[in-house]
């Protein structure tokens, strides 16, 4: 019985070892790929980061200023047509 563990123990580490090598091997390959294309490393980017959604945020913004110069004219003359006194 003592020997049956031994084998399924070395056999174990053999197959770990060889799946630990062959994945190292893959990621030491892909990195040299992106050093050689001259791709910088990944990172997470944020919304900062991000030139659409930084185009997207610049035509809310104009489109909310358009609007609120366009209704600014109408609500004083509303204003100011209440303020004043009405004729009799």
Same mark, same amino acid.
């Given at each position: ?9 070395? &056999? #174990? ?5 060889? &799946?630990? &090598?062959?994945? @190292?091997?893959?990621? @030491?390959? #892909? ?7 001259? !791709?910088?490393?990944? /990172? !997470? ?7 659409? &959604?930084? /185009? +997207?945020?610049? +035509?809310?913004?104009? /489109? ?19 303020? +004043?006194?009405?004729?009799?």
């Amino acid at each position: 019985m003592g020997k049956i563990l031994l084998v399924v123990a070395l &056999f #174990a580490v053999l197959v770990y070892g060889l &799946f630990w &090598f062959f994945e @190292r091997r893959g990621r @030491r390959k #892909a990195s040299k790929n992106d050093v050689r294309r001259g !791709t910088p490393p990944r /990172r !997470t980017l944020g919304p900062d980061d991000d030139e659409e &959604f930084l /185009r +997207q945020l610049e +035509q809310r913004r104009r /489109r909310a200023a358009r609007e609120e110069k366009g209704k600014k004219p109408l609500e004083d003359e509303g204003k100011s047509g209440q303020d +004043q006194p009405k004729p009799e």
